[in-house]
Nanobody, 123 residues
Framework: QVQLVESGGGLVQAGGSLRLSCAAS????????MGWFRQVPGKEREFVAT????????YYADSVKGRFTISRDNAKNTVYLQMNSLKPEDTATYYC????????????????WGQGTQVTVAS
């Protein structure tokens, strides 16, 4: 399995930007598809973005499409989530996740998770 640690969360104004990072260790990073999910208290974990092993293909939730960008640097064992034009409804705890080979939009398909990083967007 792979160990994941998120960072980069914080408090930002609506319309601002934030860059989340997820550092991976354990298994070979390039063998994993990666994903970002988010969750607010009392609600189910929600898909945000996912990326293939090489970074050649990405997929986004409709709610963030055009505003967020997922990317990865396999040499650094790190996946990123660039968040632009942030809205108050983006406020959540953001989680990085990993699964072998094939990306997915379903959180139940991911077996490795980080501890989460809080993103708060002020109106």
């Amino acid at each position: 399995q792979v160990q994941l640690v998120e960072s980069g969360g914080g408090l930002v104004q609506a319309g601002g930007s934030l860059r989340l990072s997820c550092a991976a260790s354990g298994r070979t990073f390039s063998s994993y598809a990666m994903g970002w999910f988010r969750q607010v208290p009392g609600k189910e974990r929600e898909f945000v973005a996912t990326i293939t092993k090489t970074g050649g293909t990405t997929y986004y939730a409709d709610s963030v499409k055009g505003r967020f960008t997922i990317s990865r640097d396999n040499a650094k064992n790190t996946v990123y989530l660039q968040m632009n034009s942030l809205k108050p409804e983006d406020t959540a705890t953001y989680y990085c996740a990993a699964r072998p080979s094939v990306p997915s939009t379903r959180w139940t398909d991911f077996g490795s998770w980080g501890q989460g990083t809080q993103v708060t967007v002020a109106s």
